[in-house]
């Protein structure tokens, strides 16, 4: 084992692309802000940071758990889409999402009146 620096300087990575603002989505008839310029899956991971971390995704589309159907603004009907490879659009309505995310998701889904998500103060976004 190779010992520590104590002079070297730590960091951490931040799992999300960087990003400059917030889009609106819907998600299974909830209107919630994520980062744009990410995946579906991180944006999931922006609301839910407690509980899609230890989801059981494999983030390369081999397990098929963040399998979601959506609308895109621009789309007739939904489509089906794995949400570790899609990137978020604004407007995009989710209608459908695995159990899995469902899962993980309950914290988000539970919330009462106040349906818009906020940064947490230990995630803040790099411009």
């Not at 230890?54 to 621009?74: E, H, S, T």
């Amino acid at each position: 084992m190779l010992p520590i620096k104590e002079d070297a300087d730590i960091q951490v990575a931040e799992p999300f692309r960087p990003y400059e603002r917030l889009v609106k989505i819907k998600l299974l008839k909830k209107t919630v802000e994520v980062p744009e310029r990410n995946s579906l899956l991180r944006c999931f991971q922006f609301l839910s940071p407690e509980t899609i971390p230890y989801g059981r995704f494999c983030w390369n589309q081999d397990c098929q758990y963040c399998r979601v159907v959506a609308k895109l603004p621009d789309d007739d009907k939904p489509r089906e889409m794995l949400s570790c490879k899609f990137m978020v659009m604004p407007g995009m309505e989710i209608t459908e999402i695995s159990p899995e995310l469902k899962l993980c998701l309950k914290p988000v889904l539970q919330k009462s009146s106040r349906t818009v998500a906020q940064p947490s103060p230990s995630s803040p976004h790099t411009p």
